[in-house]
């Protein structure tokens, strides 16, 4: 990284910086010591900071040139008590065009003409009064750089006292001034609605979906905007995208779209008593009428019951990889799940976590009772308690016998020495991290056998010797 941001014509699309101690961290300091030893500013244009107090986010914002910074995000603040004072005096502030500011409620009075200059802007204020609302309206007017704010409180005017302070026309009015021959949403054919359907985000087309039963039967039709979904129960990863299954009921609908096709499905359960969470998952997906068309299948610290529901509910064929993180089942528990097509006709496999490496614990299984069941798999990552000489003979004889496979990665608490498994495969080669390569008789292919003490695994991959 150090290399990178040294390059002198380095630029940024997006910065995030999260920092999720209270305590000052090591790494935080070190990297302000790095970029405040660089002999220019850096250039970026959007600076996203999370979980940071104030004089942290002021030292990182420093680093990067005013003017090529054009957005700056923060929010999730260990310290509630955020003074903005300090950051309006910097040019990286005045020069900016968008800011966002999340989780922290700001006195309108004391700090709106601080976001006077911004093209766009997105706070949390105390109070609006009508005081406030002309204010708004006297600067938005001279600025002729602006284009949206939104301004989230708890205590606004009335709709009706906004309106006739600012002097906006009634609804009444406004029809009667209407050109009744313009056409409206509703003149437009079918098609064209469809069109607009698709280009709208995920949520949207979810709440339009509770419209109408006609806008439901278009929005079933076209193809939801998404190519990910996370349903979750107390998810603290905020890097995640995850809509929350309980607090967001509104957007499960999207699922009885029959077209809808995800890249990845996440399901994850952080909450300690999920027993009612996975009938609430379970009922949802066996009011299905239809097979989740789903790439990848993550399930973290789901229960068995609420596994195999997830599972028959993806359509066999479409569904190519399996992620299974945390200890809420046991490795025997897995033979329930061997007989389905799901399991048979995935390529690949993943017991060793999650992908956002939330440390959840792992699955150990046993080699002699389980190994068999991972044998159709192309990739796979498990882990064993222990694999003998007479274990690795079994893998070779295996995977070269299996020419879809090509790689897996395997770790044992306890396993044999390098030169023990070279001698027993009868492997050649000797160098780094390879214990040796194995020719698989009558064929092109390698078995390359590789181990990593440092990291307590080891991998073995098949691929073509092209020389």
């Not at 020069?95 to 989780?103: D, F, G, L, P, S």
């Not at 009921?249 to 995800?262: D, H, N, T, V």
């Not at 025997?332 to 060793?352: G, H, V």
């Amino acid at each position: 990284m150090k290399i990178l941001l040294r390059n002198p014509r380095l630029r940024l699309n997006c910065l995030l910086y999260i920092e999720r101690k209270v305590k000052p961290s090591e790494n935080y300091h070190e990297l302000i010591e790095f970029l405040n030893s660089l002999d220019r500013q850096l250039e970026i244009t959007v600076l996203a900071m999370r979980y940071m107090d104030e004089m942290k986010m002021i030292a990182l914002m420093k680093a990067f040139k005013p003017g090529t910074l054009e957005e700056i995000m923060f929010s999730d603040y260990p310290n509630k008590l955020v003074d903005i004072d300090d950051f309006v005096k910097m040019d990286q502030w005045k020069q900016a065009k968008r800011v966002t500011i999340e989780r922290l409620s700001l006195d309108f009075s004391s700090h709106f003409h601080h976001f006077h200059h911004f093209e766009q802007f997105k706070i949390n204020v105390e109070s609006i009064t009508l005081d406030d609302m002309l204010a708004m309206k006297k600067v938005f007017s001279e600025n002729s750089n602006f284009k949206s704010c939104i301004l989230r409180t708890e205590r606004l005017p009335s709709p009706t006292a906004i309106n006739k302070a600012l002097d906006y026309p009634m609804a009444e009015n406004l029809l009667a001034n209407a050109n009744m021959n313009q056409k409206t949403f509703y003149d437009l054919s079918i098609d064209i609605i469809e069109n607009i359907v698709e280009y709208l985000d995920y949520k949207s087309q979810c709440r339009l979906r509770k419209v109408s039963r006609g806008f439901r039967n278009i929005v079933d039709r076209v193809k939801p905007s998404v190519d990910g979904l996370a349903l979750c129960f107390n998810l603290g990863n905020p890097s995640v995208p995850v809509i929350d299954f309980r607090r967001n009921l509104k957007y499960r609908p999207g699922f009885y779209s029959q077209i809808l096709r995800l890249d990845y499905f996440l399901c994850a359960d952080h909450e300690r008593k999920p027993s009612e969470n996975d009938l609430e998952l379970i009922e949802l997906l066996n009011s299905l009428n239809h097979q989740l068309k789903i790439n990848k299948l993550i399930m973290i610290k789901i229960r068995m019951n609420a596994m195999i529901a997830l599972l028959k509910a993806a359509k066999p064929g479409t569904l190519e990889e399996i992620r299974i993180g945390g200890r809420l089942i046991k490795p025997d528990d897995i033979t329930r799940f061997i007989d389905l097509d799901q399991w048979k006709e995935a390529k690949r496999l993943d017991t060793d976590g999650d992908p956002w490496s939330i440390p959840i614990g792992r699955l150990s299984f046993d080699f002699s009772r389980h190994f068999h069941y991972f044998n159709h798999f192309e990739r796979f990552r498990t882990n064993f308690e222990v694999i003998t000489l007479d274990d690795m003979l079994e893998i070779k004889k295996i995977f070269s016998e299996n020419a879809n496979f090509k790689y897996c990665r395997i770790t044992a608490k306890n396993k044999p020495s390098r030169k023990e498994i070279r001698e027993a495969l009868g492997l050649s080669n000797n160098h780094s991290s390879v214990i040796g390569l194995y020719k698989i008789p009558n064929s092109n292919d390698i078995l390359k056998f590789a181990i990593y003490d440092s990291l307590g695994y080891f991998a073995v991959k098949r691929y073509t010797d092209t020389n």
